[in-house]
Structure formats: structure tokens, C-alpha cells
């Protein structure tokens, strides 16, 4: 009789084991699943690009949109400001995978101080300095670039922190009228700040990117660009991937997209050329 208790024991011991070895296998599965779930492979990821304030009409309009359409699981988010703030608020932590800058001289810095992956650096764009005035303005008294001196209220960058700014600077410097103007010059932290003191006429003139003037071509007139010989070197908008992005293959995917032959068709839409 013990013998007989003692086997139905230990069958149904033997079978609560096998139960549980069977809960367990598909509580490791399960488990296995959402690990599998959260490594990212599959998922959607969000990267930020912080890019100077000139590229905001290509990439909302059109370039992210056009991007996310083909890669479904990469959504872009953009950021934009005067490449001198962009560069501080990286230098400062701002959690972003590409930099795209309207100088080659914050890309610079930031690669120096080993913040951007000097191996992604490329020139992707290419732009100009030019005259502008209120759109319709009667018996202007602009028709070169050198006329600015002409101009009561002037509307410039800040060349501490704007690109154009620096442009503008030296380009006028070089042609002897910075100074000049100094008394009447508004600056601007960046440069839709500046197209947009003229477009409302606050400002007589003002020197923008040729980009941002024909973004805004119903609003403002084109008078001249900055003269051959005025400018040390070509406007270059370089492109780089930081170091800490946590996303550097979603990241290399959008870069590789925006040199594509499609995406700078859009870029030239909107006045870029391609870098050099």
C-alpha cells in the first residue's frame, strides 16, 4: 500500500515538474518576444537634424516628408536656428544625430572638439549673398550691391553668430562700408529674422542667403548679389553626424538621401546648388 501512495506521489510530482517546466519555456518565450520588441530592430526610430534656419522651407515642405515615405521606420524632426546657436546648444547637449550648417566654420568647431564624426563631413550646398528690398518699393535708389550705403535702416545678421551675417561683414568690409553703416544697422539672431524685417519694410535693405529671397520672391526684390571677389571663399553648407548619436545608421541613411540625385533636385527648387 506505501509503495502504491509513494508512486502516485511521485507521478504527480512528476507531472506539476512538467507543468511547470512548460509555464516556464513559454514565460522565457514571451519574455524572449518583447526583448526582442524593444531592441529596436523593426522599430521606429526618430532622429533630429539641427540645420541653419535657411533649410527650413526645403526639409519641412518637402525633403522629410519625401525621405519618410520611402523609410517608414526612420521619422525626422528638425530644428532651426542660426548655425552659431545650433552649434552652442550641441556643445551644450542638444540630443541631435546630424548638424547641417550654413558655415563651414561651426562645423569646424565642432569637429575639432571631437563632437562630429569627421569621416561624415561632407559640402552638401552651396548658396549667395544678396541685396534685397521690400517687394514694390517705388524709386528705390538700389541698383548695385554697393547701394546699401544708400539704405536709413539696414537689416543684417549678427555676424557674432548668423553665417550671413559673417558674409555680409565681410563682404561689405572688404568693399569699405562696414563701417559706414554701422549707425544704421538692425541685426537679426538669424537669418529669417532678417528677410522678415524687410518683407514687412521695417527695414529699407538687408542681406540675406539668395535662398531665403526666393522663398520669399512675392515679398521681396532681389537687387544684386554680393560682388564677385568681395567674399574669401564660396558659401558651403557642410554636413556632419555627431559622435553621440545613438542612431548612427538611421542617421547615414538620411545623409546618403539628402546627396541623392532626387533630394538636390528639391535643394535647387529652392536656390541651392550643389557643394563643391
Known amino acids: 500500500m506505501r509503495e ?26 514571451v519574455l524572449a518576444g518583447c526583448s526582442g520588441s524593444r531592441d529596436g530592430k523593426g522599430q521606429e526610430v526618430t532622429i533630429l537634424i539641427a540645420a541653419a534656419a535657411s533649410l527650413k522651407n526645403a526639409f519641412e515642405e518637402q525633403l522629410i516628408p519625401m525621405f519618410e515615405e520611402q523609410n517608414p521606420k526612420i521619422r525626422v524632426e528638425g530644428t532651426y536656428d542660426s548655425s552659431g546657436k545650433l552649434q552652442m546648444q550641441i556643445e551644450e547637449g542638444l ?20 563632437i ?8 552638401l550646398l552651396e ?33 557674432e553668430s548668423v553665417p550671413a551675417g559673417q558674409y555680409a561683414k565681410e563682404s561689405l568690409s572688404s568693399l569699405g562700408l562696414w563701417e559706414e553703416i554701422q549707425p544704421r544697422v ?33 515679398q521681396v526684390t532681389i537687387v ?12 558651403l553648407y557642410p554636413i556632419g553626424i555627431l559622435k553621440r548619436t545613438e542612431h548612427s545608421e538611421e542617421a547615414n541613411v538620411f545623409l546618403e538621401f539628402l546627396q541623392s540625385g532626387e533630394a538636390m533636385e528639391v535643394f535647387e527648387s529652392y536656390g541651392f546648388a550643389p557643394g563643391k
Open 4 to 29: 502504491k501512495i509513494k508512486k502516485r506521489e511521485e507521478k504527480r510530482l512528476g507531472r506539476r515538474w512538467r507543468g511547470f517546466c512548460a509555464i516556464l519555456m513559454i514565460t522565457v518565450g
Open 116 to 123: 562630429i564624426n569627421s569621416e561624415t563631413v561632407v559640402n
Open 186 to 218: 538692425s541685426f537679426g539672431t538669424n537669418v529669417t529674422e532678417v528677410l522678415n524685417q524687410v518683407a514687412s519694410a521695417s527695414a529699407d535693405a538687408g542681406i540675406v542667403y539668395a535662398t531665403d529671397a526666393y522663398s520669399m520672391a512675392d
Open 224 to 235: 544684386a548679389e554680393a560682388p564677385n571677389g568681395s567674399l574669401g571663399q564660396e558659401i
Open 127 to 159: 548658396n549667395k549673398i544678396v541685396l534685397i528690398v521690400p517687394y514694390g518699393a517705388s524709386e528705390t535708389e538700389m541698383v548695385v550691391f554697393e547701394d546699401i550705403k544708400n539704405a536709413d535702416c539696414i537689416a543684417l545678421g549678427d555676424p
Open 95 to 114: 540630443e541631435a544625430d546630424v548638424f547641417l550648417s550654413a558655415a563651414t566654420k561651426q562645423m569646424t568647431a565642432l569637429t575639432d572638439k571631437d
